[in-house]
């Protein structure tokens, strides 16, 4: 059973950090994502790595500020999240994709989901 699986989300106030994990299990991904979505907003990109972890993008929203890496030993994805705003307040979700060849940007080209992590930064 393909599985991905979020942690480490809360309420932090502005400036604070959070680190947000998602293990994989029972299938290996070749790209891995970490998409949010706020209430009454579509979902947006946030980041996403390949396999290597050589080829990383980042929304331009939160550049300089999150960090995507991932520990392929332990199948786990990190979304490491720097002086967090009120507007990065969303449920966070994980995605993997099993294409070899890129990295998707967008949530209708990867193959699973995460059940999503609340993230809350207060002001």
């Known amino acids: 059973q393909v599985q991905l699986v979020e942690s480490g989300g809360g309420l932090v106030q502005a400036g604070g950090s959070l680190r947000l994990a998602c293990a994989a299990s029972g299938r290996t991904f070749y790209a891995m994502g970490w998409f949010r979505q706020a209430p009454g907003k579509e979902r947006e990109f946030v980041a996403a790595?390949?396999?290597?972890?050589?080829?990383?993008y980042s929304a331009d929203s939160v550049k300089g500020r999150f960090t995507i890496s991932r520990d392929n030993t332990k199948s786990t994805v990190y979304l490491y999240m720097n002086s967090l705003k009120p507007e990065d307040t969303a449920v966070y979700y994980c995605?993997?994709?099993?294409?070899?060849?890129?990295?998707?940007?967008?949530?209708?080209?990867?193959?699973?989901w995460g059940q999503g992590t609340q993230v809350t930064v207060s002001s």
């Open positions: 995605a993997g994709s099993f294409s070899s060849t890129r990295v998707p940007l967008t949530y209708n080209e990867y193959d699973y």
């Open positions: 790595i390949s396999w290597s972890g050589g080829t990383i």
